[in-house]
């Protein structure tokens, strides 16, 4: 297994809530790595990334004032800080490794090789 999610559950509105993905670090450490979530009846898109040193991040707009990923090269983990949520965060998150080091603002499906199984974040109102 590359990649390994956890850390969802169902919390209430406003409440924050932290995500782990902890990946192979002998294969991945060079990857840029980012989170997506999928709602039920909606595609998947992305949420926020970070490059494979930790350095640079990314966020979609609609998270980026309350949500915030990190890295920790040593223990090859990423985690994301979800923070103010509300029922519209409800969705499953999945946790993806690219084939280059760098994270794009726009990134895409299309460009993460490996996939974590994702963990569901439930938000009640």
């Known amino acids: 297994v590359q990649l390994q999610a956890s850390g969802g559950g169902l919390v209430q509105a406003g409440d924050s809530l932290r995500l782990s993905c902890t990946y192979r670090k002998l294969t991945l450490s060079r990857a840029a790595m980012a989170w997506f979530r999928q709602a039920p009846g909606k595609d998947r898109e992305f949420v926020a990334g970070v490059s494979a040193s930790g350095g640079s991040t990314a966020y979609a707009d609609s998270v980026k004032e309350r949500f915030v990923v990190s890295r920790d090269t040593a223990l090859a983990t990423v985690n994301l800080r979800l923070n103010n949520l509300n029922p519209e965060d409800t969705a499953t998150y999945f946790c993806?490794?690219?084939?280059?080091?760098?994270?794009?603002?726009?990134?895409?499906?299309?460009?993460?090789?490996?996939w974590g199984q994702g963990t569901l974040v439930t938000v009640s109102s």
């Open positions: 993806a490794a690219a084939g280059v080091p760098y994270i794009r603002r726009d990134a895409k499906e299309a460009d993460f090789d490996y």
